[in-house]
């Protein structure tokens, strides 16, 4: 039986005359991700903007949002948002943060508790965040992105150079402000999840961008004296079977628990698989044709190829080494 093989042995595929095109798409998708951040902004959810959350089930019948909406207004608490979960026997509110600090907040609990009461409801989840905690929260999970950013190009810099550093960063950030984009666009709520979200996607976009990385290191070590761009293209063909089958593992995942898993993990799948594959593209397309602007090897084209070992032989000018096989 022969093994399946979605990306064929040997693949010559021009990958730096197709970053012409991605590019202008990549910035273009920055350029909306910012507009979209800062006219319509992202929806924070309750761990960064403060306020309750309170998931409440029926007991015997399917709840009637419309009448949970009357009782609820009628206690005039400022923005209240009723969502159903699940079934039509599981509704999620929110409510506004109230001025009085911590106590105003624990008092809406009992004031939503009183109007809807204990006989047909089951309180199953109750949350309580202050103006100063969801502050901190966000304060807090921004410079976890930062700081994961910057480690990962010290590591970069330490393991190859400074130039592979900043192409990742580059790389990561990328997908990071793509990661926003969806937010501002989709609406999900943006809190803690969120965050997580974007740190893993961070953390898979560096470990394909590094094994790309590592076979340009490869290449550019063996092949003295070929031109950059065919070193990109070359690495970037050796490894893409690895790179599609990761990709298309993980997603298959992603997509159950998107469809199986409910509701309470479908806002972060949702955003986890545009994060991988937006992360995928990317170290593809970003990753190695942001190397050709820091000059790492000047461009030969009328130079031989000649493998850099020992009894090697010179090939024909202009021409491309059999790839190795596939990482």
Same mark, same amino acid.
């Given at each position: 039986? !022969?093994?399946?093989?979605?990306?064929?042995?040997?693949?010559?595929?021009?990958?730096? !005359?197709?970053?012409? /095109?991605?590019?202008?798409?990549?910035?273009?998708?920055?350029?909306?991700?910012?507009?979209?951040?800062?006219?319509?902004?992202?929806?924070?959810?309750? @761990?960064?903007?403060?306020?309750?959350?309170?998931?409440?089930?029926?007991?015997?019948?399917?709840? @009637?949002?419309?009448?949970?909406?009357?009782?609820?207004?009628?206690?005039?608490?400022?923005? #209240?948002?009723?969502?159903?979960?699940?079934?039509?026997?599981?509704?999620? =509110?929110?409510?506004?943060?109230?001025?009085?600090?911590?106590?105003?907040?624990?008092? #809406? #609990?009992?004031?939503?508790?009183?109007?809807?009461?204990?006989? @047909?409801?089951?309180?199953?989840?109750?949350?309580?965040?202050?103006? *100063?905690?969801?502050?901190?929260?966000?304060?807090?999970?921004?410079?976890?992105?930062?700081?994961? =950013?910057?480690?990962?190009?010290?590591?970069?810099?330490?393991?190859?150079?400074?130039?592979?550093?900043?192409?990742?960063?580059?790389?990561?950030?990328?997908?990071?402000?793509?990661?926003?984009?969806?937010?501002? &666009? $989709?609406?999900?709520?943006?809190?803690?999840?969120?965050?997580?979200?974007? &740190?893993?996607?961070?953390?898979?976009?560096?470990?394909? %961008?590094? #094994?790309?990385?590592? *076979?340009?290191?490869? =290449?550019?070590?063996?092949?003295?004296?070929?031109?950059?761009?065919?070193?990109? @293209?070359?690495? %970037?063909?050796?490894?893409?079977?690895? $790179?599609?089958?990761?990709?298309?593992?993980?997603?298959?995942?992603?997509?159950?628990?998107?469809?199986?898993?409910?509701?309470?993990?479908?806002?972060?799948?949702?955003?986890?698989?545009?994060?991988?594959? /937006?992360?995928?593209?990317?170290?593809?397309?970003?990753?190695?044709?942001?190397?050709?602007?820091?000059?790492?090897?000047?461009? !030969?084209?009328?130079?031989?190829?000649?493998?850099?070992?020992?009894?090697?032989?010179?090939?024909?000018?202009?021409?491309?080494?059999?790839?190795?096989?596939?990482?």
């Amino acid at each position: 039986m !022969k093994p399946l093989r979605l990306v064929p042995d040997g693949t010559t595929y021009p990958f730096m !005359k197709w970053a012409k /095109v991605r590019t202008p798409i990549s910035l273009l998708l920055i350029v909306v991700s910012f507009a979209l951040f800062f006219t319509v902004g992202v929806n924070s959810g309750i @761990d960064f903007k403060g306020g309750t959350v309170m998931e409440v089930g029926g007991h015997s019948q399917p709840i @009637d949002i419309a009448e949970v909406r009357s009782k609820l207004d009628a206690l005039e608490l400022g923005e #209240v948002q009723i969502q159903s979960i699940g079934n039509s026997n599981e509704v999620l =509110i929110r409510v506004a943060t109230q001025p009085g600090g911590d106590e105003a907040q624990q008092q #809406v #609990v009992q004031k939503v508790r009183a109007a809807l009461g204990e006989t @047909d409801y089951d309180y199953r989840r109750v949350e309580v965040v202050g103006p *100063r905690v969801s502050g901190e929260l966000a304060w807090t999970g921004t410079l976890a992105v930062l700081f994961t =950013i910057a480690g990962i190009m010290a590591y970069i810099w330490i393991r190859f150079e400074w130039q592979f550093g900043l192409a990742a960063v580059a790389t990561l950030v990328h997908d990071a402000i793509l990661m926003i984009g969806f937010f501002a &666009l $989709t609406q999900i709520d943006f809190n803690l999840q969120s965050l997580a979200a974007i &740190l893993t996607v961070i953390g898979y976009s560096l470990n394909d %961008t590094v #094994v790309i990385f590592d *076979r340009i290191r490869e =290449i550019l070590r063996r092949y003295k004296q070929m031109p950059m761009s065919d070193v990109i @293209d070359l690495a %970037t063909n050796q490894t893409l079977a690895r $790179t599609i089958m990761t990709s298309l593992t993980i997603l298959l995942a992603l997509v159950s628990l998107y469809l199986f898993g409910g509701p309470v993990v479908r806002s972060f799948t949702a955003s986890m698989i545009w994060g991988i594959v /937006v992360a995928t593209a990317s170290s593809i397309f970003i990753g190695g044709p942001i190397l050709i602007y820091f000059n790492l090897r000047p461009e !030969k084209t009328d130079a031989a190829v000649k493998p850099a070992v020992k009894g090697g032989s010179a090939s024909k000018p202009g021409a491309v080494p059999t790839p190795a096989p596939r990482g």
